[in-house]
């Protein structure tokens, strides 16, 4: 099945570092979001992006969409503990949404 | 304001055995969703409802079984668990048509031995 290709796969950073990671795919998509899901939790949303070029911040947390709309990013400033996750981006066309491989953060205080 | 509630929370089979996953919703949500999560891969859907009455494949249906029982629950079945279905299964619901209201549940954790 399809597939986006989401790097890096784990992160080990220190608190107060910055973090950048993205996705890739052979498919244009009309829309990416960007999960973050807890240990023993399901994924929640952080940012939805719809157009292409589109740049959206949620705090500390800013989402881009690529120009081609075959890829994004999503960069964390500042890192703090609770940033402790993984992240999944997902690209959505029509009525399909597909799920990136995740992205593992670690931070240590 | 539970949200979208999956019981069990942890599972173990053995192969051959059968059981049901349920999912239920509070949200008042028509669409709603499998998902199966396996290391190093993204969520996968399983099958989705549409809304109530309908039930559809996803991409990675075979080896299971889904029932609309209502509005707010839709479950998922092994009719007989193989060590390939080991997994952490999620349940999301979602509002309308937009992609970005897809809530998810907490996960049941599923090992077939």
């Given at each position: 099945g399809?597939?986006?290709?989401?790097?890096?796969?784990s992160?080990?950073?220190q608190?107060?570092?910055?973090?950048?990671?993205n996705?890739?795919?052979?498919?244009?998509?009309?829309t990416?979001?960007?999960?973050?899901q807890?240990p023993?939790?399901?994924?929640?949303?952080?940012?939805?992006?719809?157009?292409?070029?589109?740049?959206?911040?949620?705090?500390?947390?800013?989402?881009?969409f690529?120009?081609t709309?075959?890829d994004?990013?999503?960069?964390?400033?500042?890192?703090?503990?609770?940033?402790?996750?993984?992240?999944?981006?997902?690209?959505?066309a029509?009525?399909?949404?597909?799920?990136?491989t995740?992205?593992?953060?670690?931070?240590?205080? | 304001?539970?949200?979208?509630?999956?019981?069990?929370?942890?599972?173990?089979?053995?192969?051959?055995?059968?059981?049901?996953?349920?999912?239920?919703?509070?949200?008042?949500?028509?669409?709603?969703?499998?998902?199966?999560?396996?290391?190093?891969?993204?969520?996968?859907?399983?099958?989705?409802?549409?809304?109530?009455?309908?039930?559809?494949?996803?991409?990675?249906p075979?080896?299971?079984?889904v029932?609309?029982?209502?509005?707010?629950?839709?479950?998922?079945?092994?009719?007989?668990?193989?060590?390939?279905?080991?997994?952490?299964?999620?349940c999301?619901?979602?509002?309308?048509?937009?992609?970005?209201?897809?809530?998810?549940?907490?996960?049941?954790?599923?090992?077939?031995?």
């Open positions: 399809q597939q986006l290709n989401q790097s890096p796969q992160m080990f950073i608190e107060g570092e910055d973090v950048s990671m996705c890739t795919s052979s498919s244009i998509f009309n990416w979001l960007w999960y973050k807890d023993g939790e399901g994924p929640v949303l952080l940012i939805a992006l719809y157009k292409a070029g589109e740049l959206t911040s949620n705090g500390r947390l800013t989402a881009q690529g120009i709309r075959k994004s990013f999503l960069n964390i400033s500042a890192s703090i503990p609770s940033d402790v996750g993984i992240y999944f981006c997902a690209g959505g029509t009525n399909k949404l597909i799920f990136g995740g992205t593992l953060l670690a931070v240590q205080p | 304001n539970a949200g979208v509630t999956q019981t069990p929370k942890f599972q173990v089979l053995k192969t051959g055995q059968s059981m049901t996953l349920q999912c239920a919703q509070d949200m008042n949500h028509n669409s709603m969703y499998w998902y199966r999560q396996d290391p190093g891969m993204g969520l996968r859907l399983i099958y989705y409802s549409a809304s109530e009455g309908t039930t559809d494949k996803g991409e990675v075979n080896g299971y079984n029932s609309r029982l209502n509005k707010r629950e839709f479950s998922l079945r092994l009719e007989s668990a193989a060590p390939s279905q080991t997994s952490v299964y999620f999301a619901t979602r509002a309308g048509t937009e992609m970005k209201k897809l809530f998810f549940g907490s996960g049941t954790q599923l090992s077939v031995l």
